[in-house]
């Protein structure tokens, strides 16, 4: 499965290296792809609390409001890097990362003792950390080694010449992991290395990835879910919301004494925003796990039998059915509802026009227009029409295939290895539109909020 270019952008905008994202993706918002540090803000806001803010910005560290005030764009940001993290995890590199480093500050560390770490985690496979990265407030050395395969990108291997820091070589992880941290001696070099007040590492430990938090989830269609996702992800775009953000940033920044209730909200409106990622980066990981069921290696090594062959296209063909069967289903459901509700919508306007329950009448037609509407595009954002459609063709053409070989009379190997090309071809077309499909789920909040956007852009 192929990185996509939002994907790469992604990445690049988190590292620093603006100047290669893509014309197409500046072009959309410059403003915002002009801030080379973004990481900053990409980190602190998936911490609990304030305590990370204030360490950075005792750092000397910029929190940019830019990147609050286009939310949309920045939870894109997020998206696309965990999707490419699990692309490059599970078709990649399938074994557990090796040992890394990283110079850390104290404030992490206590995170960690509670045995989570909540952002993304960036270290070096450098035998040593370099100094430039220890101007932190409470340097502390880690030894980061993961236990379990859990999601995680090498950005030289995968942005190549493309990265203006190749001699970082950094491994990045995901947020949301359950680590176990074990203090140990601090070296003679590491001993000289200096934080941001020119003192000293308080410390050194190993910090184990155990597994991650994240869990795949299925899209399941239902309506209460619909609005569970809508109403989270317009409380953390709303206008008030992201003006208390840059409020609590700009006290952070001037020293000043922060309001109880300002600081409250701020750090709710944090939570609100994990617990979307979370569900966010669920799907996006269960969708990728999805999409290719099988190891297809074998079949490029060119290594198959006839036998073998037709259980690979029998097994992929059963799957594909499920999936076919699943989305045709919450099809029926979403259009079982406006049938429903669109008759009842126009009874309603009907009515309105009747001066004794002129009042009622019209409130409840908006309601369900309003409700109908809901639906219909989130059928549409979470493309279960397209996504039931690919699931029928792969279906007829895996099934046209293996009729083929049924009635094959005179079976060669050099019709064996057509056979086998062709599988191969029709797992790659569906590959290519898991991928489109995938896409258009991450992008489903422009979809939901095209009115925001406009604003934002005036």
Same mark, same amino acid.
């Given at each position: 499965?192929?990185?996509?270019?939002?994907?790469?952008?992604?990445?690049?905008?988190?590292?620093?290296?603006?100047?290669?994202?893509?014309?197409?993706?500046?072009?959309?918002?410059?403003?915002?792809?002009?801030?080379?540090?973004?990481?900053?803000?990409?980190?602190?806001?998936?911490?609990?609390?304030?305590?990370?803010? =204030?360490?950075?910005?005792?750092?000397?560290?910029?929190?940019?409001?830019?990147?609050?005030?286009?939310?949309?764009?920045?939870?894109? *940001?997020?998206?696309?890097?965990?999707?490419?993290?699990? =692309?490059?995890?599970?078709?990649?590199? =399938?074994?557990?990362?090796?040992?890394?480093?990283?110079?850390?500050?104290?404030?992490?560390?206590?995170?960690?003792?509670?045995?989570?770490?909540?952002?993304?985690?960036?270290?070096?496979? =450098?035998?040593?950390?370099?100094?430039?990265?220890?101007?932190?407030?409470?340097?502390?050395?880690?030894?980061?080694?993961?236990?379990?395969?859990?999601?995680?990108?090498?950005?030289?291997?995968?942005?190549?010449?493309?990265?203006?820091?190749?001699?970082?070589?950094?491994?990045?992880?995901?947020?949301?992991?359950?680590?176990?941290?074990?203090?140990?001696?601090?070296?003679?070099?590491?001993?000289?290395?200096?934080?941001?007040?020119?003192?000293?590492?308080?410390?050194?430990?190993?910090?184990?990835?155990?597994?991650?938090?994240?869990?795949?989830?299925?899209?399941?269609?239902?309506?209460?879910?619909?609005?569970?996702?809508?109403?989270?992800?317009?409380?953390?775009?709303?206008?008030?919301?992201?003006t208390n953000v840059v409020s609590v940033w700009k006290t952070l920044q001037e020293r000043k004494e922060m309001v109880p209730e300002q600081e409250q909200r701020y750090v709710e409106w944090k939570s609100r925003l994990q617990r979307y990622l979370k569900h966010q980066f669920g799907y996006i990981k269960s969708m990728?796990?999805?999409?290719?069921?099988?190891?297809?290696?074998?079949?490029?090594?060119?290594?198959?039998?006839?036998?073998?062959?037709?259980?690979?296209?029998?097994?992929?063909k059963k799957w594909t059915n499920d999936k076919r069967i699943y989305y045709n289903q919450r099809l029926k459901y979403c259009n079982a509802a406006l049938s429903i509700l669109?008759?009842?919508?126009?009874?309603?306007?009907?009515?309105?026009?009747?001066?004794?329950?002129?009042? *009622?009448?019209?409130?409840?037609?908006?309601?369900?227009?309003?409700?109908?509407?809901?639906?219909?595009?989130?059928?549409?954002?979470?493309?279960?029409?397209?996504?039931?459609?690919?699931?029928?063709?792969?279906?007829?053409?895996?099934?046209?295939?293996?009729?083929?070989?049924?009635?094959?009379?005179?079976?060669?190997?050099?019709?064996?290895?057509?056979?086998?090309?062709?599988?191969?071809?029709?797992?790659?077309?569906?590959?290519?539109?898991?991928?489109?499909?995938?896409?258009?789920?991450?992008?489903?909040?422009?979809?939901?909020?095209?009115?925001?956007?406009?604003?934002?852009?005036?």
């Open positions: 499965m192929k990185f996509t270019r939002d994907e790469i952008d992604a990445l690049l905008f988190y590292q620093g290296s603006i100047e290669n994202i893509s014309n197409k993706t500046v072009q959309r918002m410059k403003s915002f792809y002009a801030i080379d540090q973004a990481y900053n803000v990409l980190n602190v806001l998936l911490y609990p609390n304030i305590g990370d803010e =204030k360490a950075r910005i005792a750092e000397g560290k910029e929190l940019n409001q830019e990147l609050v005030l286009h939310m949309p764009e920045l939870l894109k *940001i997020y998206c696309n890097i965990y999707s490419a993290m699990c =692309k490059y995890t599970f078709f990649y590199e =399938k074994n557990a990362a090796f040992s890394t480093r990283r110079a850390d500050r104290e404030y992490s560390v206590r995170e960690y003792k509670r045995g989570i770490n909540f952002s993304f985690l960036s270290t070096t496979s =450098k035998d040593q950390v370099d100094q430039y990265f220890c101007k932190k407030e409470g340097l502390v050395l880690l030894d980061v080694e993961p236990l379990a395969l859990v999601e995680h990108i090498d950005l030289n291997k995968v942005l190549g010449d493309n990265s203006d820091y190749q001699g970082e070589q950094e491994i990045l992880y995901a947020p949301f992991l359950h680590v176990q941290l074990d203090e140990v001696q601090l070296s003679e070099h590491e001993r000289k290395l200096r934080d941001c007040s020119g003192n000293p590492p308080s410390g050194k430990y190993k910090l184990r990835i155990l597994d991650s938090l994240i869990e795949g989830r299925k899209w399941n269609g239902s309506i209460s879910d619909m609005y569970e996702e809508l109403e989270l992800y317009q409380s953390i775009i709303d206008e008030e919301e992201i990728i796990e999805d999409s290719m069921p099988m190891d297809m290696h074998f079949y490029e090594r060119g290594q198959v039998s006839l036998a073998m062959l037709q259980d690979e296209i029998s097994e992929y669109w008759p009842l919508a126009a009874v309603m306007i009907a009515v309105s026009f009747v001066k004794e329950i002129e009042i *009622i009448a019209k409130i409840v037609s908006i309601i369900l227009v309003g409700v109908c509407t809901m639906i219909d595009k989130c059928c549409d954002a979470f493309g279960f029409k397209e996504k039931a459609e690919q699931r029928t063709l792969t279906y007829l053409r895996l099934d046209e295939l293996e009729r083929e070989i049924r009635y094959e009379s005179l079976m060669s190997k050099e019709k064996e290895r057509v056979f086998v090309e062709k599988f191969m071809a029709v797992v790659d077309e569906d590959d290519r539109r898991c991928e489109s499909n995938l896409q258009r789920a991450i992008r489903h909040m422009d979809d939901l909020t095209a009115d925001y956007m406009f604003k934002e852009d005036m």
